[in-house]
């Protein structure tokens, strides 16, 4: 970024022909008018969802060749997951709210949604922890489980396993950047990825919700 | 470090928009939750089209996808259901396969 500044001062990211300037469209930091970074979180992200798109697909495939399905009302709790889903989508939402309040310069909102965010998501953990314990409690391994479809509790380890690990990893950075926030070293564009990969993480609990529990 | 020189122009959402989304987004999972649990006729369709509601408000306003320029949107939107659309498309070629195969 220096490097780029000294060569051309006034000039935008690229170094473009200064006849160029005015027009707004040259301007446009990428092909897509966001920043490079957004940009390439973008393709990170569509990455990430088709990993856990494979995941549903393959969990879809096997439940329609499976001749029987357990059911899953006889071993999660319609409230438990509702208070899951619940803490998730707040800790999104509040992090899009952290996320403006810090474009707009207010600092107090930004500190607060954030830190609410970070705790949100140790709570999710914390509840996925004790639901993997129940359902290992239950009898369910990764190979076999007690209600004759040995492929349900292989599958819902590795599928919730995945994003359970995606938030730990989100909290993990989320709480880095805070810090480094906190004493300056970190840019808003840093900050608003790290939102967007903490919005993703809930746009997959969503599918989630509804292809292993629900449907 | 510093922000880059020329960002894009994001329109400032306010928290409000955000507090409605969100009171939308707990009406839709109630509404998903009990029809999962209830087990209603045609529940299935219900619950695909819950979610779809959930992932459209999640990734329009909380990911900004909505206040992005259109050749973004139909980058990740088309980008993402086409690539997943094959996806599915191999894994159950493949499949079918693999248990003609094992018979």
């Known amino acids: 970024m220096e490097g780029i500044k000294k060569m051309e001062p006034t000039a935008g990211i690229q170094g473009l022909p200064a006849q160029n300037r005015e027009e707004k469209d040259h301007f446009a930091p990428s092909a897509f008018s966001t920043n490079r970074k957004k940009t390439m979180m973008w393709v990170f992200i569509i990455s990430d969802a088709l990993l856990f798109g494979t995941f549903l697909a393959v969990y879809t495939f096997e439940r329609f060749i499976s001749p029987t399905w357990p059911d899953r009302w006889k071993i999660f709790d319609p409230g438990y997951l509702a208070v899951m889903t619940v803490v998730l989508l707040s800790s999104s939402t509040f992090m899009a709210t952290a996320v403006e309040g810090l474009k707009q310069g207010k600092m107090k909102r930004f500190g607060f949604f954030y830190t609410i965010t970070i705790l949100c998501g140790i709570g999710f953990l914390g509840m996925q922890a004790h639901e993997w314990a129940h359902f290992i409690g239950l009898g369910a391994r990764l190979n076999t489980n007690p209600w004759g479809v040995p492929l349900f509790s292989g599958l819902f380890f590795m599928i919730t396993g995945f994003h359970g690990f995606h938030v730990l990893t989100g909290v993990l950075i989320l709480s880095f950047i805070g810090i480094l926030k906190a004493v300056g070293k970190v840019s808003d564009d840093t900050i608003e990825l790290a939102g967007m990969y903490w919005s993703f993480v809930d746009l997959v609990w969503v599918f989630i919700l509804a292809v292993i529990y629900l449907l | ?103």
């Open chain 2, 1 to 103: 470090m510093e922000n880059l020189p020329i960002k894009s122009e994001e329109p400032i959402v306010s928290p409000k928009t955000f507090f409605l989304v969100w009171v939308i987004l707990m009406v839709l999972t109630v509404f998903e939750i009990t029809a999962g649990y209830k087990g209603i006729a045609g529940k299935d369709y219900l619950i695909l089209i819950l979610m779809l509601g959930q992932a459209y408000l999640v990734s329009f306003y909380f990911m900004h996808l909505r206040f992005e320029k259109l050749p973004l949107i139909l980058s990740v939107v088309l980008g993402v259901l086409l690539t997943i659309g094959l996806l599915c498309a191999l894994i159950i070629w493949d499949g079918t396969h693999i248990i003609q195969l094992s018979r």
